[in-house]
């Protein structure tokens, strides 16, 4: 089994700023990666596929780079909407497909 | 627009079963792979189980395998999750999740609201 692990598990950033979220994998997983955004009462949203692509309608300036073992999810201008809590997951090797165990993004 | 919608869950008592529903609707529901996706009170996401399209393959967590029963009906475009032997630890809400088509991509691309099931005598 691929273990994913997220760090930091909280970062608290300022509106406006940059805040940039890792992620590390077990093993490759090539670019099998997706990032998804989870705010407090709601399912998940797809925001990221292949690693670095952005799922339908998702804003700018949210990035994914990364491959391999190492990945990372960058919100260049946080916007109020953004707070939220933030899963990698890899689809790569299964199953089981694997999630790392989240990032609260919080106001600082 | 897909849409995904749960149902099912409840109050069960340990040991005994539930069997939880998803309503798809906004897309071709038969030539989609789903799975069931959970979350414990306050923790992170866990993949419980999966079915391709056509029911060929289908995939459980070690925690749930002999327990869970994935299984579709696609002409009334509904996914179900047949649990068996519930435990304390299945308490969770239970999202029904699509996987996005093509090869390699195994990710989820729409997931349903959620639906609650709570393990307690």
């Known amino acids: 089994e691929i273990v994913m692990t997220q760090s930091p598990a909280t970062l608290s950033v300022s509106p406006g700023e940059r805040a940039t979220l890792s992620c590390r994998a077990s093993?490759?997983?090539?670019?099998?990666l997706a990032w998804y955004q989870q705010k407090p009462g709601q399912a998940p949203r797809l925001l990221i596929y292949?690693?670095?692509t952005r799922a339908t309608g998702i804003p700018a300036r949210f990035s994914g780079g990364g491959s391999g073992t190492e990945f990372t999810l960058t919100i260049s201008s946080l916007q109020s909407e953004d707070f939220a809590v933030y899963y990698c997951?890899?689809?790569?090797?299964?199953?089981?497909?694997?999630f790392g165990q989240g990032t609260k993004l919080e106001i600082k | 627009q897909a849409q995904l919608v749960e149902s099912g869950g409840g109050v069960v008592q340990p040991g005994r079963s539930l069997r939880l529903s998803c309503a798809a609707s906004g897309f071709t529901f038969s030539t989609y792979a789903m799975h069931w996706v959970r979350q414990a009170p306050g923790k992170g996401l866990e993949w419980v189980a999966g079915?391709?399209?056509?029911?060929?393959?289908?995939y459980y967590a070690d925690s749930v395998r002999g327990r869970f029963s994935i299984s579709r009906d696609s002409p009334k475009n509904t996914l179900y999750l047949q649990m068996t032997s519930l435990r304390a630890e299945d308490t969770a809400v239970y999202y029904c999740?699509?996987?996005?088509?093509?090869?390699?991509?195994?990710?989820?691309?729409?997931w349903g609201q959620g639906t609650q099931v709570t393990v307690s005598s």
């Open positions: 093993q490759s997983v090539s670019s099998s």
């Open positions: 999740a699509r996987e996005a088509r093509g090869y390699d991509q195994y990710y989820f691309d729409h």
């Open positions: 079915t391709s399209y056509d029911e060929t393959f289908k």
């Open positions: 292949g690693a670095s």
């Open positions: 997951q890899q689809y790569k090797n299964w199953p089981p497909k694997t």
